[in-house]
């Protein structure tokens, strides 16, 4: 039987932690696997009750962090180094940047037959420095060179990975979008609806607003704060605006809400007039898409924004940039309104003509379920890995 040795950054709430659970869960016969992965930052909500509803037990490297510490660093490659020889596998799998680094390097150096890295987002642009991007490059344009297969998860991952980027051979890049069990999302909408509105207040006629994920400068928070304050110069339809999430931003987004004039309210601050409610982390997502009428997103990076296939499955239309892999994620005019990343007049126009027009609204959302049901489902992830470890084998 193939052992797989499945390495991850870290178990945050996020795309990545359910990708390897899923497979590790259910890519069993002929394969053996054995998950592996760091510890999350302080500032992230963790995602291990995800592996441990499937029953998995990962091992813990806690050297193995998201900031980067030379030190820290090599004491997790040489464990790493040290798992490989005891697990003998047939296959590493790495996903993300830090797990992609430093198990790639330990593979290599431990001679592991079949290499192989998901991208499920990259660092290439609007996270560092010039010179630093210049320095990431450099590296994984090495460890692609020596990896046997590149997992992009959209065709738009490709191009900027293979075209855009340099960072590796078009022929050793395969496309495999992330895969969910998105059949959650479609139970008890109704009362799950009721039961949020009433949670926070919200009328029937008020349009619920939210953005779902880490708070980060990626994210671009700002650009959904400002948009907000024309919606409410331009618009007389009420409205709520959500901040589902937490991060390290959390006090510079209360302070643009204060500079912009926005009430808000959070856990710990109650506010009755407040137009914008955040709500820290909130594990059962499921339960937040049925209240909200708009799902917005403003990154300006993406790889496969997972709040936006959840927010098809739930059947809400979506607001968002245009960046990375979101062109492959929705549907442009159908699902989802987009615009370009700089463009706070357009994200605005389109917020307001989603928040005055209910039947649009409703319109838009009947084209998610359709969309992502067969395109975004665990099993199709599943039997596309074990469809790629087969033949990287047989190569190997």
Request: a neutral charge.
């Amino acid at each position: 039987m193939p052992k797989v040795l499945r390495i991850i950054n870290r178990f945050n709430l996020g795309g990545p932690t359910f990708n390897v659970a899923y497979l590790s869960h259910y890519l069993s016969e002929p394969y053996e696997t054995l998950l592996v992965g760091g510890t999350k930052d302080v500032s992230e909500d963790t995602s291990e009750f995800i592996v441990e509803k499937l029953g998995l037990e990962p091992l813990i490297i806690p050297e193995m962090k998201r900031e980067i510490d030379p030190r820290l660093d090599w004491k997790a490659y040489w464990k790493l180094r040290r798992l490989i020889r005891e697990y003998q596998p047939d296959i590493v799998h790495t996903h993300a940047s830090k797990a992609g680094t430093l198990g790639r390097l330990a593979a290599l150096h431990e001679g592991v037959p079949v290499i192989l890295h998901t991208f499920h987002g990259h660092v290439f642009h609007s996270y560092f420095s010039k010179a630093k991007t210049t320095f990431y490059k450099t590296i994984e344009r090495y460890l692609a060179r020596k990896t046997s297969g590149i997992i992009a998860i959209s065709e738009r991952q490709r191009f900027e990975l293979c075209e855009e980027h340099r960072i590796c051979a078009t022929d050793k890049t395969h496309i495999v979008p992330l895969g969910f069990d998105l059949s959650r999302f479609r139970e008890a909408m109704d009362q799950r609806r009721e039961a949020f509105r009433q949670r926070y207040g919200l009328a029937d006629d008020t349009v619920a607003i939210g953005i779902i994920g880490r708070l980060v400068p990626i994210k671009n928070h700002r650009l959904f704060l400002e948009a907000l304050v024309g919606l409410r110069q331009r618009s007389s339809t009420p409205f709520r605006a959500f901040i589902v999430g937490d991060g390290e931003l959390r006090q510079d987004i209360e302070s643009w809400c204060d500079a912009l004039q926005l009430p808000w309210e959070s856990p710990e601050r109650s506010n009755p007039e407040a137009l914008v409610t955040l709500t820290s982390w909130i594990r059962d997502v499921e339960l937040v898409y049925p209240g909200l009428d708009i799902v917005a997103l403003t990154s300006l990076n993406e790889g496969t924004p997972v709040s936006l296939i959840e927010a098809q499955a739930a059947e809400r239309p979506i607001v968002s940039t245009n960046v990375g892999g979101i062109e492959n994620v929705v549907l442009q005019n159908t699902t989802a309104l987009l615009s370009p990343t700089a463009d706070v007049a357009g994200f605005t126009n389109h917020l307001i003509q989603l928040v005055d027009d209910a039947d649009l609204r409703k319109k838009m959302g009947l084209g998610g379920w359709a969309h992502v049901k067969e395109k975004f489902h665990y099993l199709r992830l599943v039997k596309d890995i074990r469809t790629l470890y087969d033949r990287l084998l047989d190569k190997a």
